[in-house]
Structures are given as C-alpha cells and as structure tokens.
C-alpha cells in the first residue's frame, strides 16, 4: 500500500506544523506525518518550517533568535479567523508525546540548511530515544551532512535524504549512505526511478504531491508513500485501488 504522509499535517485546510493540522491528518486516517524542526535562542527544538516566524505566525524574526518562551506566545493561526483558540508553535516533545497515543510514522526534516543548528541531531536523538519512538521515525533534510550525522549516532532510526534535482541512479547513493528510503521532489521521481529503487530495497516518498494525477501515477506505480498538503484527497483517491 501507498502510504501517505501529511505535510507539515493537514496543511490546506489547517495551520501548517501545528498540533490541530497533525491531529487533523490523523482523523482523515493519513499513515504519516512530515514535520519540520529547528532550534530556538535557547536551544529547545521546535516545529516550524522557515527560518523566519514572519510568514506562518504574527510574529517577526528568526526562529534562532528568538526564546523558546518567545515563541510558544506567537499565533500560528493568526490569518484564520475561524479559529476559537490560537495555536502555537509546538515544541518537537509535544508532538513526540501525542504520537505514542497513536501508531503515526513521523519523518523530522532537520531544517539546517541555512544556519547550522550545531547540537540539533544529538538533541532529537535523545528524545526519540527517550519517547520509544526509534522505530516509527524517519530524519530528512537537504543537508544530508546533517542525517549521515544522525545515523552515526542513532543507526537504528531510519534517515531519508531530499532530493530535489534528478539523481543517477538514487538507490546506490542511498545504500552508500545507509538510507532506507529517498525523498524526491516528484518531478524528479518518474516512474523508473521508482520502480527500480524499490527493486533495489529503497522506499522512494516524493514530495509535495497535490495534482490528482500525480497522485493517481504513484498509485499506480506501486510508490512507497508521497507526501501531501491533503491527506483527506489522497486517501479518498487510493479507495479507488484495489489493496
């Protein structure tokens, strides 16, 4: 089965990388969520995706410079009026918590391309390892320094390197690294890439795959999973596959 992960949760209907947008990807039944993470002034790991708070939240600034305190008091869902309560920036622990009430598979992007974030793999190593997670978790990132790092020092938990060009022959690098599992933008994933990288024992999960037809293309190429802004839409294609 084509399992479907949620990016940055339900995130075309409900505030991106927020607890509501994960709890939400959860009810429509998707397998998995793909978060984001980087590290506040104080070094406590937090969800978010950009380097700045500016776009998602009411606030101004980078993540880096602000306090984990600072942070926690921004509205995440401040252009959504509909909402009765604000929703705040989750700390990576709050969504590790809620996620062993669930059977959820979590891929954490290391969002370390631009600043360093020097500490950030051993500090989420150390709560996956502490929540008893190791298992259901997947490390992503365009800097695969970074998820090379994290498998050095948790060789137990999966990593996934992002891919956002066409790369030869994918799998090979993916075994030279000790990947399980590649993430191609979906452009760069045609359906021989995929084919063949799970011939070769690699799970191949393209990203952010929206288009009906993209969708229906993985479905019918056997994909290991896709990454979507809506889950709900996904779910309701792949009913129309035979298991």
């Not at 090979?172 to 084919?195: D, F, G, H, L, T």
Request: aromatic fraction near 10%.
């Amino acid at each position: 089965m084509t399992l479907i992960f949620a990016h940055r949760g339900y995130s075309v209907s409900y505030p991106e990388n927020t607890m509501k947008a994960f709890r939400e990807a959860e009810k429509v039944g998707a397998e998995g969520l793909e978060i984001d993470v980087q590290l506040s002034k104080d070094g406590q790991v937090v969800v978010i995706h950009d380097e700045k708070v500016d776009r998602t939240t009411n606030g101004k600034g980078f993540v880096k410079d602000l306090t984990y305190k600072e942070l926690r008091n921004l509205d995440a869902s401040y252009e959504n009026k509909t909402f009765l309560k604000k929703e705040r920036i989750p700390s990576l622990e709050e969504v590790l918590e809620w996620l062993t009430s669930n059977e959820i598979i979590c891929n954490i992007e290391l969002k370390n391309g631009i600043f360093p974030y020097e500490g950030m793999e051993e500090k989420i190593v150390e709560l996956v390892r502490r929540y008893g997670l190791s298992d259901r978790i997947i490390f992503s990132s365009f800097n695969h320094y970074s998820i090379i790092y994290c498998y050095r020092l948790a060789p137990e938990i999966e990593i996934a390197p992002l891919i956002v060009e066409g790369l030869y022959m994918p799998w090979v690098y993916a075994k030279s690294i000790r990947a399980k599992s590649i993430q191609p933008k979906y452009i760069a994933a045609p359906n021989e890439v995929i084919i063949k990288s799970m011939e070769n024992g690699i799970d191949v999960r393209p990203y952010t795959v929206n288009k009906e037809a993209e969708m229906r293309r993985l479905f019918d190429v056997g994909c290991s999973g896709f990454i979507t802004d809506d889950p709900a839409k996904a779910i309701r294609i792949r009913k129309q596959y035979k298991k």
